[in-house]
């Protein structure tokens, strides 16, 4: 049997391939013009550094990795996520040094070996935005600005952006107590994962999406009661700013997220139109990780938004994905091949995007063909064209003829077909 591609991972094929690259051209030229400078990293790094940012205790850590021993012993793992990486590049080449203020994006694969379904995948693709440096909360807003404006760009709709906050070491761990008490008299109602994780990262069952654990967490403390000043007048400096840029919000109290490092502020992008996996994007504060990892002290927050499902989104606004040549070359003849393949080189140099029948076919063939492709011209080249130095283009939506005179065939074609030909 022909091989398939591995379970969980998936092609992109044209022209779903065009909707990938217009949110990322749409993404990075929107974050540049905030001060964002593209990073990139390695797909594969040592598993420590996963399982000292991400926490040992989470999902991701204990059963999603794909982890294998490298030939001399080391543990290396295919990133899950982003962040820790970049927060590594960071460190290594203490990028701290010189300005401690940093804003980086960075587009690529991560990879978890999760149930597949409709917009879960075991390589999925993120676009990655962190900014070091910057303890305010006016910047957590700014991110929240950014991800609206990236999917409004895309004409995205149904777009609501949740938000929390987690806390900080000081006052995070008075909840976490109260929860665990809270817990306790309940794990017989839980399921298995969160009998677990009511022990070992009770922050974890308030995300938990099986039905008698929401059920039993319905009258759990609540993490707003638990704040410290600081993370308190944090919160309140994130929600007057987003007020100020009239971004409309929910406070969302279960909104932990799956990984450890997250402090303050946490977000997440959803939407109506995805179904199951509905959210497109996630993010918050990490003030903490950057020291966890063996650098300085400084302040950081970020997001990823999930490719794969904004891609999905994306495509169901965009119309004319796939547009087709600017003309097909239609050969009457087999001798007159060689004279349209010059011709589709020249006018693909020129900017025009050209195709041809590099068969031997009939012209009512040919015809049909570039009526598949979506060609928007017709050129015509056969024995009566070249007797009389001129071919005949044909605009396949107005049916009106042209005749080109084939001395200066490349540049009467870009005219003809005007505002089509403007690439490079
Ligand atoms: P979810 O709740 O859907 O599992 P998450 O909280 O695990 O998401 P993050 O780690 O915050 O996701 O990653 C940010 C975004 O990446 C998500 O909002 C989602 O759009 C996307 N994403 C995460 N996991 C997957 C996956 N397995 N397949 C496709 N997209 C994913
Ligand atoms: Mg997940």
Not at 108 to 122: H, L, N, T, V, W
Request: one cysteine or more; proline letters at 4%; hydrophobic letters at 40%.
């Amino acid at each position: 049997m022909a091989i398939q591609l591995i379970r969980g991972f998936k092609d992109v094929l044209p022209p779903e391939a065009a909707v990938w690259q217009r949110i990322e051209s749409t993404a990075r030229r929107l974050f540049e013009n905030f001060g964002f400078a593209e990073i990139r990293i390695p797909v594969m790094e040592r598993t420590e550094l996963f399982a000292r940012s991400i926490g040992e205790a989470t999902d991701i850590v204990e059963k999603e990795m794909y982890t294998f021993a490298d030939r001399k012993g080391g543990r290396l793992t295919l990133r899950p996520e982003a962040t820790a990486s970049v927060v590594r590049a960071y460190i290594q080449h203490r990028l701290y040094a010189t300005e401690p203020v940093r804003k980086f994006y960075t587009i690529g694969p991560m990879f978890r070996r999760e149930r597949p379904q409709k917009g879960r995948y075991r390589q999925f693709y993120q676009i990655n935005v962190e900014v070091f440096g910057i303890a305010s909360a006016l910047i957590d807003a700014q991110l929240i600005l950014l991800l609206v404006t990236l999917l409004e760009r895309l004409s995205v709709k149904d777009v609501h952006a949740h938000v929390n906050t987690l806390g900080c070491p000081a006052c995070r761990p008075q909840f976490r107590k109260a929860l665990a008490g809270y817990l306790s008299p309940r794990t017989a109602g839980l399921c298995s994962d969160c009998r677990r994780r009511s022990v070992k990262n009770p922050l974890r069952v308030l995300d938990c999406k099986v039905p008698a654990c929401r059920e039993a967490m319905t009258g759990a403390p609540a993490l707003l009661d638990y704040l410290c000043a600081d993370c308190r007048q944090h919160f309140e400096v994130f929600k007057s700013a987003l007020a100020e840029l009239g971004i409309s919000y929910r406070i969302d109290p279960r909104l932990v997220r799956g990984l450890d490092y997250y402090t303050r502020t946490t977000f997440e992008i959803q939407t109506g139109a995805l179904g199951a996996q509905s959210a497109v994007a996630g993010g918050g504060r990490y003030d903490g990780l950057v020291e966890a990892l063996g650098g300085p002290a400084v302040p950081a927050t970020g997001f990823a938004i999930g490719l794969d499902r904004l891609a999905e989104l994306a495509a169901g606004v965009q119309g004319d994905i796939g547009a087709g040549p600017d003309v097909f070359i239609a050969v009457l003849g087999a001798e007159h091949r060689q004279l349209a393949f010059e011709w589709v080189c020249a006018l693909g140099l020129a900017g025009v995007r050209a195709e041809m029948e590099y068969g031997t076919r009939s012209l009512k063939s040919q015809m049909k063909r570039a009526d598949r492709l979506g060609a928007a011209n017709v050129l015509m080249v056969g024995e009566n064209e070249l007797q009389k130095g001129a071919a005949v283009l044909r605009n396949m939506q107005t049916r009106e003829q042209t005749e080109i005179p084939i001395s200066e065939l490349v540049a009467r074609v870009k005219t003809c077909i005007g505002g089509n030909a403007d690439r490079p």
